[in-house]
């Protein structure tokens, strides 16, 4: 009888298998989750994923919908030049189809490029992120690079692949070998683990503060072009509307700012 790996095992019966964009294999529902979940807790991406996604259902219903569209329907989910670069994946798309390499689509990066294929092919590619990369650096007890750290999770999954080692190892740092109270009674991985807890020099990435931020003056700005068709120009931020015109979130018209 084949033994089951305890981190396989681990997943089967405590992986977040609920969340919406895992009941999909299509590639284009799963990008939108990928893109929406960068930099955004997964409790923000359920409370607006599934009515996005609903009004987008494929690129050429977002790509025929316009940019602006697209970045009104994104809300206050946050960084909204994600909706930009997302509305521009659906246009090249519409266009040209899905390229080989999905890194070549606007915003996608490495890691996303890497997830969406685990995800919706079971492509046997490693791929990092901010969860699967704790993981593997306390399991092994050392800071990696990104190449060793995708080595390394192909080591740590192992009896694992494709989608099933990537959100295996995803939900792992999610939910067991969290950042600073990481319960590792419950880990499957502990008698592998060199740490048992975190690394001395581990580093945590923390987000600047938001109030006060320009991030906060932007939301200000984009908030009142998403209330209103135009806007005067006097009335709002400068310095932050002109930072949304060069990222192609707003567009100014003599003395009106809009969306694109």
Do not use: K
Not at 40 to 63: D, K
Not at 65 to 90: D, F, K, N, Q
Not at 127 to 151: D, K, M, W
Not at 172 to 189: H, I, S
């Amino acid at each position: 009888m084949t033994q089951v790996p305890a981190l396989e095992r681990w997943y089967v019966d405590h992986g977040r298998h609920e969340l919406p964009w895992r009941e999909t294999r299509d590639p284009w529902p799963i990008l939108v989750s990928e893109v929406m979940l960068q930099q955004t807790q997964v409790a923000r991406v359920l409370a607006v994923w599934p009515e996005f996604i609903g009004r987008f259902p494929s690129p050429p219903a977002m790509a025929g919908a316009g940019a602006g569209v697209v970045i009104t329907a994104w809300g206050r989910l946050g960084y909204p030049r994600r909706a930009r670069r997302l509305w521009e994946s659906a246009v090249r798309i519409t266009t040209d189809g899905w390229p080989e390499d999905l890194a070549e689509l606007p915003g996608i990066g490495r890691y996303t490029a890497a997830a969406i294929r685990a995800q919706a092919d079971d492509s046997d590619i490693p791929a990092i992120e901010v969860n699967i990369r704790r993981v593997v650096q306390r399991v092994t007890g050392t800071v990696l690079g990104e190449r060793a750290a995708e080595a390394a999770s192909v080591r740590v999954g192992r009896g694992l692949h494709g989608r099933d080692r990537l959100l295996a190892l995803m939900d792992l740092g999610a939910l067991v070998c969290t950042p600073r109270t990481p319960t590792c009674r419950a880990c499957p991985l502990r008698r592998r683990c060199a740490t048992r807890g975190p690394l001395a020099d581990e580093v945590r990435h923390r987000q600047a503060a938001f109030a006060g931020s320009f991030r906060q003056r932007r939301g200000e700005v984009m908030s009142a072009l998403r209330d209103h068709p135009t806007v005067p120009v006097a009335d709002l931020d400068a310095e932050a509307l002109d930072s949304l015109v060069r990222d192609g979130l707003a567009v100014v018209t003599g003395a009106r700012a809009r969306l694109p």
